[in-house]
């Protein structure tokens, strides 16, 4: 028994898209434990379409479909399973009226076309999609051949993916040895650092240890194989502890664990606040802050202060400092820092001052200097230079900016 | 003639990492007008890795491989390919001799694993890698199939194709006929109701016309099929223009154009400028509009006013105005664009206040309830409700209404 991964749309083989629902999906597979040893990308055409199925049928058993259940003419995924396998389409008179209400709650009317994603082979059962319009199928054609289909959207396809199919292969017996993962995050260490640091743990039979290195951050994961959550958890957890105490304050987290959340947590348990001052990332760490649902119970709000006018009017920098060191500098950053806070009345005040270029980068200040101020509970101003190098982009710049504020604010609650 | 892209490595099956190669590849075909219909992922298995070639032989002509190049014992790509085709490997002293270099110029001895990586099958041209140990190579095994391998490492694989496989492909003749696209870019219009609206192009033949929706917005790509970009555009150019006068205000933009990008414009050449005022998104517009850079030419900054304390003290919205309409409201939405406008004298302010969940909605107002204010340079106060719906993510909601208060600034400017 085996897996394979069917990803339809002409936009996957003109490069217009990035295919993250193929890797979504291979990570589902071997959490469940189930075996899949390809994967397919194919365009909108019927005839291509059933090559593939042909193919995959013999060599795989379960079949799982993303993209081009929509609307439109060239969505033909559906129909042309039911075709391969000679069963007729059904219009699903609930289906129909599941796309009207989504429809009319969004203050629209719903279009013919959209008639169309009601149709489902007969046989298969509707895998329902609570937040698009199109629903998928669960179909067994032939007694030995599963179908999945979901829509190209990741957001949904991920919901139904979780909702309705997980449940659906544990009935059928899946998910009884499973792999299952625990990725460590770092946050001011490099990977080869890191790797040196734990280099002994990379030839573990079982649980195993690697590291992943991206945008900025490193992680470890730890993979144990196991028949249950809670056995793999056993293997996982006196490996994971080493691996803490050994990274001590660079590892912030693990798994859906954010710099953000993180903060957030120690922010809450000590019944604290904080509010931000941004310059180059434009209110980049504001959007992190708040990422997180319940953040208004520590985070009070910020200034976005990208023109030195309000800098002066918003935050009380003092006109005389930006001139003499420029907005760019530690003392601006931690009067940012120190205006919000007073402002705003929280415990701490986060300030961002930088260049995020590609423009306006000179010899003394280039692109990519960054200044992060803070002020906490006792009024101590605190001011950060980094240099994030003149070769990253502006996204990066600005992402390492704000992560580094965050990361900053962090061990300060945690070391103090 | 076509290409088929085939990724070797066991860590895409597993999903620890994205495809980013295929999307690429698929990016630099198109370019040169290069046909190609599949793509296939498999592991590091030399017996499913020659099922897979098998197949692709099948159905193209060029066949180009990434993956499994490396020097350890998994890497088999390239034996694999060989034995295949039934030749022999024959080692090469001059990628030895390059393999010790690379390693010497980093202060690290070669060791003998990487004489592998020398191995190339007989008759075969070697792809050289400027930057990384693993040469492709470039093959005919039969007269009719061309072959090509690269590296794994993506910024390896890039530097090689445009380095080596490019003029070799443009030798052979290609890259005379170019697909050349440009995606036009909607918001404020469903996929359905778009694409019933242009339904007839949907037919053409050159250049196509297809729909695609994603995060909110509904792109249409247009590709044209040509002897040159000069030529495309001028096939794309008339339909372009009718598909803009039908859509009108609802297409803001092509390509590389996004919702800021495009304001950014307009308020350059009106010379106007704007600060924004955000509750619920908690700095996400701001961090839009500062997407671009040079953008402190009209943004000059603002509030996010995430707690209520801040909406009255950094932007004067009235407490009896929050106490007896909420702060997610029309009049609330009204107070902090005209706050935020007033105190850092912009032409316009712009502000959000909304539900973005999961927690926070009521039966009056559910999640996904969001207010916009925009205020323009005669202070006449304007708000607008919307109904993201109580089904959407909290991601989601937070990206709608930033796009959505920058489409409200769009139209406001284009129609005054």
Redesign the interface.
Known sequence: MSAEIICVG???????????N?????????KLGIP????????D?PE?LK??IE?AIS?ANILIFTGGL?????DLTCETIADFFGAPLVEYPEIIEDIAQ?FA????V?????RKQALIPQGAEVLPN??GTAPGIIWQPRPEITIFTFPG?P?EMHRMWQETAVPFLQSQGWGKEIIYSRSLRFWGIGESALAEKVASYFNLPNPTV?P?AGKGEVRL?ISAKATSEAAAEELIAPIEKQLKEIAGLDCYGADNDTLASVVGQLLRSAGETV??A?S????????M???I????DY?????????N??KV??LGVKPEDLDKFGAVSGIVAEQMALGVKS???TTWGLSITGI?????GTETKPVGLVYIGLVGPNDELKSFEYRFGTMRD??FI?HLSACTALDLLRRQLLTR
């Open positions: 002409t936009e996957l083989l003109l490069g217009d898209i990035l295919n993250s193929s890797q979504f999906l291979a990570q589902q597979l071997a899949h040893y390809y994967q397919t990308v194919v365009g055409n291509r090559q593939v193919i060599r929509g609307p439109t003419p060239d989504k709650q969004r203050g629209r719903m279009t013919p076309t959209n609570p937040t959207v957001s690697a992943y994961r509010s931000v941004e180059c990332t434009g209110g980049g760490l504001g959007q802050l708040t990422e649902s319940g953040s208004s985070f009070w709000g910020g200034v976005i202060s990208y023109d006018s309000a009017r918003m402002r705003l009345e995020a270029g590609p423009g306006g502006r996204w600005r």
